[in-house]
């Protein structure tokens, strides 16, 4: 096991150090400069350039960006004067993180729940109905439900806040229920068919056989098992909720990283496009080692070599 | 209730619980009826409040609301002492004298002296500083060479003694009465800037406050926060409002619902035409001045029907902008009459100077036709084929793009063929500074209320804006008398400008298309609010609800 950790993050060291060079020459292509003041004049620009070493050879300023990361200073953003990259990824991830997370227990709760009950009532109205739920909420994006949410709850019924975030929990909710269907249809939908398999199997029949009633024969033999699939799905939805939602953030003006990342690239905020790139393959990463380690863990079957 | 059910349940009860902690304001905060309290929003969020760094008009805002400069801008466009007592200019316009209040002092209640001033102004010339603007002190005595690095700031030509600072130019400048009211050139405090560091205005904390409001609540990332009146502001006893709300709002639908809701002072309307259109006629709609206009810039270095002056001309003269205003704008723009945007600033004949200076854009479908036959049977390539580039950052850009190559299409028939090319902003920058372009849709915001901000970019083809890359002789001739033996004569100075703009349309070097304004739902018992074409957008220090 040990063995298998170690290799599996060596080749993620492996994988960051292709991402941040690949990004880093990507970079270049970008047009104009990471200025905000479009007025400058090209010996202005030239001196600026200067200060922040944009004048030196591309490979020199790689390899100053490669020791300086090293070192632990992702740069300062231009788009945010003053502001270290780690500062700013510091305070926004956060905010990212805890909207996603929201999202995340909120959407595998219910999902949970809606898959355990259309197993249950496999081919009847109850299970049609929450089909026909659960293929809409993977359909409909969550920026279009967000909207949806912000007319029906914040402008018409008036119940909760229309934007802001940090001064009340009433300002999360309605992000928190835009990001939350996707994962909560998706997860319905792998727990159903899962489950379905499951209760099919033989040792269900075994157990039906031997007298178990429904709810406890879910609970103590079919959810073990049907949570396998789920896991593996688990790791990226994490990963991808944790680094935000642009167009959601957008909407409720939610100051979160996903944001950030958006609007560095067409400013041209090299060290925010290159922190935020790492912060985010490094993320995604783990979460699939993490999920591939607890894969391990809940299915003996899997072997790890 | 099953199991999973139960746990189900009790999640989201511990999940409500978790955020409880935030939850003081659950419904969040009701319209503020009472009088002392302002309610306004942010489009963005604040990038920061280090004014030496700012580039934004989002952080400026703060800045200009909590830190007060020499000068400041009041209702009638006029500048007038705030921190200064008074100041005085010589004769020949190159040395400004200005006496302090005296006992200023900072919301912390510290001295505010004559050094604070210029320290700010040494900081933002500072190469370390790396500020975007300090191209503004260009003209101050050394300015240019301690920016690029061949001076060090102590040469710098501002200078204290006591409570009097002593600002040294080496040319005569009539805008720089502006440059002391800029959030940019606010006292900074030497002692404290050193203190926080790298964290200086990053949050409200790591900032002081010279200005009617300090600044509260802000942490570098949430977006609600508010100014709260600054007992040390020397003129407090006239600041009315106690507190102004701010918050982020970047959905500018939600900022007009939550000014229909009374939760907001002000809402932008002039997001997309069809906004405007939608609430122009709403009791509460007002227009500000803004110092922006779009023109096309014409590629007269590369292009061999664009170097035609009578093809220049046809174009010019085959654009209807009233129509295009209407049209392709949504009334959200006024048609131009120059290149300087309307409403900038008065002509020292009291007229707007856009309008005393207008000269005299037509449109003449007929005369158009006729030129371009010429034109093109000169230039004897054929048929003409042309791009024209615009950015995709709004609507409007799009729309007009649309407007144009259709007009011209119509107008010249088969004989020119006009095709879109639409790009990210910093891809227009980039293809207009490298005259990578045929015709280019551009948009300049003057940095202060004066003509020069305009003509100042065509004087030369090396100024970086001149992307058209043309010298009409004519026009520099004007400009530069203007800026030399005109500069401290101001009527004198405004022929010269009238005269520039002649020189421009009748050579048809550019194709002034519209002029930008504000456009907002704004509360009418909240008096008092003033608003500057350019510099400081929204000036609430004298704002208070009736």
């Known amino acids: 096991m040990a063995k298998y950790i170690l290799k599996r993050v060596l080749f993620l060291l492996v994988t960051l150090w292709i991402v941040v060079t690949a990004t880093f020459f990507l970079m270049q292509i970008l047009p104009g400069t990471p200025y905000n003041n479009p007025h400058l004049s090209a010996s202005a620009i030239a001196q600026l350039d200067q200060t922040y070493g944009l004048d030196k050879p591309v490979m020199v300023q790689y390899f100053d960006y490669l020791v300086n990361l090293l070192h632990g200073d992702m740069g300062t953003s231009f788009q945010y004067q003053n502001q270290s990259v780690t500062m700013l990824i510091g305070q926004r991830l956060p905010v990212s993180a805890q909207l996603g997370l929201q999202a995340l227990v909120v959407g595998i709760l219910l999902g949970l729940w809606f898959g355990a009950v259309s197993a249950k009532n496999q081919n009847n109205k109850v299970d049609g109905f929450l089909g026909i739920i659960s293929t ?37 909710i309605l992000p928190t229920l835009a990001l939350a269907v996707g994962p909560a249809a998706t997860t319905t939908r792998f727990v159903r068919s899962e489950m379905i398999d499951v209760l099919h199997s033989d040792y269900i029949q075994l157990a039906r056989a031997k007298g178990l009633n429904g709810t406890q024969l879910i609970r103590k033999h079919a959810y073990r098992n049907s949570m396998i699939p789920i896991l593996t799905l688990i790791g990226p939805m994490v990963a991808n909720l944790l680094t935000g939602s642009t167009l959601v953030e957008n909407i409720f003006s939610i100051p979160g990283i996903g944001q950030q990342f958006v609007s560095s690239i067409p400013t041209k905020d090299y060290p925010v496009i290159m922190g935020t790139t790492i912060v985010y393959a490094a993320m995604l990463m783990v979460c699939i080692l993490i999920t591939d380690i607890l894969t391990a863990i809940v299915d003996p079957r899997v072997r790890l070599k | 209730m099953k199991q999973w059910q139960k746990w189900t349940a009790a999640a989201v009860v511990v999940l409500a619980v978790a955020g409880g902690s935030r939850a003081a304001g659950w419904w969040g905060t009701s319209p503020a009826d009472d009088k002392s309290t302002l309610n306004y929003g942010l489009a963005t969020d604040i990038q920061t409040l280090d004014m030496s760094k700012a580039t934004d008009q989002y952080s400026d805002t703060i800045l200009g609301n909590t830190e007060a400069n020499l000068l400041r801008t009041n209702a009638k466009g006029d500048v007038v002492p705030d921190l200064a007592k008074s100041y005085s200019v010589s004769s020949d316009g190159l040395t400004y004298t200005v006496k302090l209040r005296s006992g200023l002092k900072w919301s912390d209640g510290s001295a505010l002296t004559a050094k604070d001033f210029v320290y700010s102004w040494q900081r933002i010339v500072d190469p370390k500083t790396a500020s975007q603007y300090s191209y503004l002190t260009s003209g101050v005595k050394n300015a240019d060479d301690i920016v690029a690095g061949k001076k060090p700031v102590s040469d710098l030509g501002v200078k204290a003694d006591g409570d009097t600072l002593t600002f040294t130019l080496e040319r005569p400048m009539p805008q720089f009465k502006y440059l002391l009211s800029f959030a940019q050139f606010t006292p900074q405090k030497e002692s404290f800037v050193k203190e926080k560091g790298s964290k200086y205005g990053t949050t409200a904390a790591t900032q002081i406050y010279s200005g009617a409001y300090k600044f509260e609540g802000w942490n570098g990332t949430n977006s609600k926060f508010k100014m709260v009146k600054n007992d040390n502001y020397w003129d407090a006893k006239n600041v009315k409002t106690k507190t102004i709300n701010w918050q982020v709002i970047k959905n500018p639908e939600t900022a007009i619902k939550l000014y229909k809701q009374g939760k907001l002072d002000r809402a932008a309307i002039t997001n997309s035409p069809e906004m405007y259109s939608a609430n122009k006629n709403n009791k509460d709609a007002v227009t500000t001045a803004v110092a922006s206009s779009t023109y096309l810039e014409y590629n007269q270095a590369k292009n061999p029907y664009l170097q035609n002056e009578k093809i220049r001309q046809a174009l010019n003269l085959a654009t209807n902008r009233k129509d295009l205003a209407s049209q392709a704008t949504g009334g959200s723009r006024d048609a131009a009459k120059s290149l300087v945007s309307n409403n900038l600033v008065k002509a020292s004949n009291g007229q707007d100077l856009s309008t005393y200076v207008a000269p005299g854009y037509t449109y003449d479908k007929d005369k158009a036709k006729q ?132 020189a421009l349309m009748d050579s048809a070097n550019i194709n002034p298309l519209y002029s930008w304004k504000g456009g907002f739902l704004q509360r009418s018992n909240v008096k008092g609010v003033v608003t500057n074409p350019a510099g400081l957008p929204l000036d609430l220090t004298r704002a208070y609800r009736k």
């Open chain 1, 136 to 172: 809409l909420g993977i359909s409909v994006p969550s920026f279009i439900l967000a909207i949806v949410l912000l007319y029906v709850f914040g402008y018409n019924l008036g119940w909760l806040p229309v934007s802001g975030w940090g001064d009340s929990f009433s300002e999360t």
């Open chain 2, 371 to 502: 030129l371009f036959a010429e034109g093109i049977k000169e230039v004897n390539k054929g048929k003409m084929n042309v791009t024209l580039e615009t950015d995709a950052d709004s609507p409007i850009a799009k729309n007009t793009a649309d407007y144009l190559k259709q007009a011209y299409e119509s107008t010249f028939g088969d004989q020119i063929s006009v095709t879109e090319k639409i790009v990210p902003f910093k891809q227009r920058i980039q293809d207009g500074a490298n005259g990578d372009f045929d015709i280019l849709v551009m948009n300049w915001n003057g940095d202060y209320p004066d003509g020069s901000t305009f003509y100042d970019m065509f004087k030369a083809t090396d100024t970086g804006m001149n992307d058209g890359q043309f010298k009409n002789q004519t026009y520099i001739d004007a400009v530069t008398k203007a800026e030399s033996t005109d500069a401290n004569n101001p009527s004198a100075r405004d022929a010269d400008w009238k005269a520039a703009e002649k």
